[in-house]
């Protein structure tokens, strides 16, 4: 197993106001995956990913990504194995860096060489030309700006790549591009995804398996046929499932209350 | 405008308007260019900066424009008013009051440089440092601005000439000292608000140090207001070593300080108006100058409104 | 100011005329990059019919939208043949009369309540308000009919939630408060920009369910601009498809597999179904040619 998490627990705050965000989260993903992570707002799925990446201290249960456990402390060097790309392309590229800059920064701190290189190598594979090389983001579209952002993950040659909701901000047309692009460069580079999306059918298209999180807990995982017919244990992934069709007055009678 | 003219600017403006930057020096420049562009539109802030420029440019020229050094005492020629050989009349001294003026202006512009050395590194690493960092480092250093803050201006002053002796450098290095708090708390709030972007978590997941997030991630974000809100303070900034020279604090005499200007030419003011008004008008078109600078460069440099969406 | 009389809410017969009629919409601004031709000769009714306007951002379907209640940004201008609600020739209105009209005849809710309520009243105060603002009653009997409205929008305990602020109520929620306030004064239209983009999906479905009893039980007319086509198409009667400024095609909602526009077919062929396929999804080819076409199909065949 590429990614193996067992009894993930992740709180926020201590005492009185602690927040139990992710109770006893455990998922493992195979080398060269995709593994997806659906549920609404608020059910810890973005909070796993942060986890992962070292972002919030508090959580105990392991986590071992390519035969390490993660420790609180991350080291420099352990940081190349592990990427993410995130939600919003406008917050996650720094405003005032071309899009060389944002290259090369990973270059400078993990001492890689052939700088130019590397950069305009990866921006073909990304779909950019070397002539948006020098450009501010402000400069870019949305989905030229999420490119950039994938390049940044995918420049240090890491293991994995943790997607959060990388499509929910852009246009329709724009999303299908970028599914595109991630389903190809996983196949090339042989990367382990982890996604997170509240849109089912995004993670669907991309995903061979779907986590479902409600209130911090992963309810059900769901195979590919699954996804496909609908037949789903827990009534909670049947209500996601059916509302991800589209709207039905009659569906929304069953609809039950699970927040 | 003839055709020949156009064709002659299109290279360098066709460089920096071009769409596609061919290297980082040209994307910088074109930043640079769209921003002065964005600027132009705006008059009140180009006279701002015409008045810069132009006390820039006194300050360079100023041998070649007044001669002398402006201590040239000619007693017998004393507080004669403005007249073709002494534009703005003579002081108490017999000094050309135009010459003082003058030459007052590299004082004026020195005044600016020393503080701005001062005040911006500081007020800035204080500031990031202490938003990045939090906790108990962050408390330290509040608590440090806080004591800066509170210090009035005048006191420290004396306590510094007390201790120095009187001089421009004292009283400059005092008005520093009391200036760059609200930069820090300034740096500060920016950095707690620039701390969560998702641009900063890319920085850390990527494994950058907290030392490179402050200094390539924050301090650049947070540059901007400091340079506008230290343009638009340069004004008090002025008028407080203008003010300590009038106590005698800060430039000692014969320097042709503005405020010392004022101080020993207020005698006067009655008989011989131009003595200390003449001064007292520089001081307020220098003022105005950097206030209207400042207020165009918030406009073009405020990273609301240059991109970040 | 409701001095011209309202109709009585009867189910819409086919005969009756459109409660608004556009022709020939343009929406132009200054800006200081040059103009930006936002709609580009949108032409539509709407009756008493959820109809959906659907397009990508930059579409101009927000500014479309806008332009019926004038409320377009000041360095722009709204041109057009024609717009009428309810026999008042709206471009012809003076501000008096459209202040009059907006939020009690015709009123609008937006995507973030979070961007919408006033973040230093209570939701309860929010909603009496704008039930005052339109109307000569007392502060009594405006706060019985905020708590009927918060009823009505299915929010349980509404006497404790009139008095919660918008930061301590979820976004279902404070997006069926926004709902209360723009329903409070009986509106004959309805428009909603991107009403739950920002919401959970199961969410979505109960606020949507909430604006279709609107429309039935008030004999409303609801124009919902969304850039979710999938949703709309479920959801409203009739869909415009919008693209560069222009409506691409008109469609009957139920009709949408049978679409003919190109861009309409792309469009839909780019979503990813949840049909568990992994193949890549058809990319959207745009064609230059549609920035400057000129008559929409599908009003042809209506």
Redesign the interface.
Known sequence: MMIDIKDLCITFGSGHNQIHAVKNASLSVPEGESYGLVGESGSGKSTILRAM???NAQITGSIIVDGQALESK?T??S??H???V?Q?P???????K?V??TLS??LV??KLGDRDDRIIRILNEVGLGP??R??????LSGGQRQRV?IA?ALI?EPRVILLDEPTSALDVSVQAEILNLLSALRKTHKLTYIMVSHDLAVVGHLCSKIAVMNRGEIIEEMTEEQMRSGKVKHDYTRQLWTASHGYSREALENFKEFA | MSDTSIKQDSGLVAWLLAD?????F??RCQ?AYIGWL?FK?NPIAMLGLIIVAFLCLVALFAPWIAGGDGNTQELSNRLQPPSMEHWFGTDELGRDVFARIVWGSRVTLYIIFLVSIIVMPIGLIVGTASGLLGGVFDKILMRITDIFLAFPRLILALAFVAVLGPGLENAVLAIALTTWSPYARLARAETLTLRS???I?????????RI?ILF??IM??CLSSTIVRLTLDMAGIILTAAGLGFLGLGAQPPLAEWGAMIATGRDFLLDQWWVPTIPGIAILIVSLGFNLLGDGLRDVLD?RN???? | MNDIARPDFAPASPNEAPLVSVKDLHVRFST?KGPVHAVRGVSFDLGRERLGIVGESGSGKSQTGRALLRLTAGNGTIEANNMTFDGMDLMQASEKTMQSIRGSRISMIMQDPKYSLNPVMTVGAQIAESCRRHEAISKKDAKQRSLAMLETVRIREPEKVYNLYPHQVSGGMGQRIMIAMMLITNPQVMIADEPTSALDVTVQMQVLALLDDMVRERGMGLVLISHDLHLVSSFCDRVLVMYGGRIMETLDAKRLDQAQHPYTKGLLNCLPRLDGSHDDLPVLKRDPAWLTEGEAIGERSL
């Open positions: 990446v070292g972002i991350r420099v060097a940081r190349k592990m990427q993410m995130f919003d406008y917050g996650s590229l720094h405003p005032r071309t060389n800059d920064e990973p701190i993990h002539e948006f020098f450009r501010y983001p402000h400069q952002a940044r240090l | 596609f930057p061919q290297n980082a040209q994307a930043r964005s539109t972007s998702e641009y978590m890319a920085a850390e997941i990527m494994g950058a140090s490179r390539a991630h650049p974000m990273p240059s991109g970040g969406h | 200081p």
